[in-house]
């Protein structure tokens, strides 16, 4: 994944793989569960999925650009931004082939008891999303560069230049699949995590 520069910020992107061991990844779950991070989750050249059972999300804006995931070439995607979000029943999973053992599934959980997942500065980087959607103040067909709803960390992402956008006061969405290349945030809380790893991939093993 190409580094990214988001508002001024150059955005770090910890590669989830099989190779450097779960237990590095485990400890970076673990900052970020503390809120100790910024957080920056891309798969080498795959796509992963995203589950939510509800995203409340203020200072919406998305707009089409494109990405270049390693050995993907460049991928046309839609980025959904938040300045601030609320998320409970967040699921991330990703599959891992592994060599001589078959498909593993990674699979971390979070905001599901009763302290949400918390965000600032969310960008998700998708090509498919699903949920019931309710937008409060949407102004459809803005020029990218120029959303008044959202905060300049948001408003002054380079790639935001001047194309076709949407923005929202705030959105809405409930029982969210969504299929993603690229998730980044300025901090991410992560109540009540979980990382598993499980043979097989699918329905039942990933997380729809």
């Known amino acids: 994944m190409e580094s990214l520069v988001r508002g001024g910020t150059r955005w770090r992107r910890f590669a989830v793989v099989m190779v450097p061991s779960v237990a590095a990844t485990a400890a970076i779950g673990v900052a970020l569960a503390q809120g100790a991070l910024a957080a920056s989750f891309s798969v080498s050249g795959q796509q992963f999925k995203v589950h939510a059972d509800t995203l409340h999300g203020n ?8 990405d270049a995931p390693a050995g993907q070439g460049h991928v046309a995607v839609v980025v959904s931004a938040f300045t601030d979000a609320t998320i409970t029943g967040l699921c991330q999973s990703v599959v891992i082939p592994a060599p001589f053992v078959g498909d593993v599934t990674m699979v971390l959980k979070a905001g599901g008891g009763k302290d949400p997942v918390t965000a600032h500065n969310l960008y998700i980087d998708l090509d498919q999303l699903d949920a019931d959607a309710t937008f409060t ?16 960390s948001v408003r002054t992402d380079p790639r935001m230049g001047g194309e076709f956008a949407q923005e929202a006061e705030s959105a809405d969405l409930t029982n969210v699949n969504q299929t993603a290349w690229a998730t980044s945030a300025g901090t991410f809380k992560l109540a009540g995590l979980s990382l ?5 991939s699918g329905p039942g093993v990933e997380c729809y």
Do not use: C
């Open 59 to 66: 200072h919406f804006v998305q707009y089409g650009t494109v």
């Open 196 to 200: 598993r790893l499980h043979k097989g």
């Open 137 to 152: 103040n949407i102004n459809i067909g803005v020029a990218a560069g120029s959303n008044s709803q959202v905060e300049d």
